[in-house]
């Protein structure tokens, strides 16, 4: 009994490996037939699925004059809570798309945990952590890819990664 429903789960298993390889050779193809998909893939830890999404999210990034602007979009700016004398600033807003924010924190908690080549934002990012604690510093590396990916599209050019550290 046990080995025909081993049998069917290994036969299903297959399958969805199969399918699995198909979806990402298509992905592969879609990305390296868009040239913006490209060059946003040279930013540290964004890859097929992070650059497309992100050109889903806005097709025009002429509605972004600020980088700050798409952080808003986003939901990746710190909610306010003001009244009287009282000024607080806590977490992320979560006001924008669930899935984008949630992209661009893992590829962010990549390039603090992952990524072994050296560059400004590996660099910044793991300082930020070393003062702030994992997650806050993931959530501003995930602003600021965020901001790097918008500048890329905005100008047309690559991410310059560094070659080493500079003292």
Same mark, same amino acid.
């Given at each position: 009994? #046990?080995?025909?429903?081993?049998?069917?789960?290994?036969?299903?298993?297959?399958?969805?490996?199969? $399918?699995? $390889?198909? #979806?990402?050779? @298509?992905?592969? =193809?879609?990305?390296? /037939?868009?040239?913006?998909?490209? &060059? #946003? +893939?040279?930013? %540290?830890?964004? *890859? %097929?699925?992070?650059?497309? /999404?992100?050109? =889903?999210?806005?097709?025009?990034?002429?509605?972004?004059?600020?980088?700050? !602007?798409?952080?808003a979009?986003?939901?990746?700016? %710190? &909610?306010?809570?003001?009244?009287?004398? +009282?000024?607080?600033? *806590?977490?992320?807003?979560?006001?924008? !798309?669930?899935? +984008?924010?949630?992209l661009?924190?893992?590829?962010?908690?990549?390039v603090?945990?992952?990524?072994?080549?050296?560059?400004?934002?590996? /660099?910044?990012?793991?300082?930020?952590a070393?003062?702030?604690?994992?997650?806050?510093? =993931?959530? @501003?590396? $995930? &602003?600021?890819?965020? =901001?790097? +990916? #918008?500048?890329v599209?905005?100008?047309? @050019?690559?991410?310059?990664?560094?070659?080493?550290?500079?003292?």
């Open positions: 009994m #046990l080995r025909t429903i081993a049998g069917g789960v290994i036969a299903a298993h297959n399958t969805l490996c199969l $399918a699995a $390889a198909d #979806l990402e050779g @298509a992905l592969k =193809a879609k990305v390296k /037939s868009h040239p913006i998909a490209c &060059r #946003l +893939m040279t930013i %540290p830890d964004v *890859g %097929p699925i992070v650059s497309l /999404s992100f050109l =889903a999210l806005g097709d025009d990034t002429g509605g972004f004059s600020r980088t700050s !602007d798409i952080w979009f986003l939901g990746l700016t %710190p &909610r306010r809570r003001q009244s009287g004398e +009282m000024d607080w600033s *806590g977490r992320v807003s979560k006001c924008g !798309d669930a899935a +984008m924010r949630g661009l924190f893992e590829a962010a908690s990549c603090i945990r992952q990524v072994k080549r050296f560059s400004a934002l590996k /660099s910044w990012a793991v300082r930020r070393g003062r702030r604690g994992f997650r806050k510093a =993931a959530v @501003a590396t $995930a &602003r600021k890819i965020a =901001a790097l +990916m #918008l500048t599209w905005k100008r047309g @050019a690559e991410y310059q990664w560094t070659k080493e550290a500079t003292t």
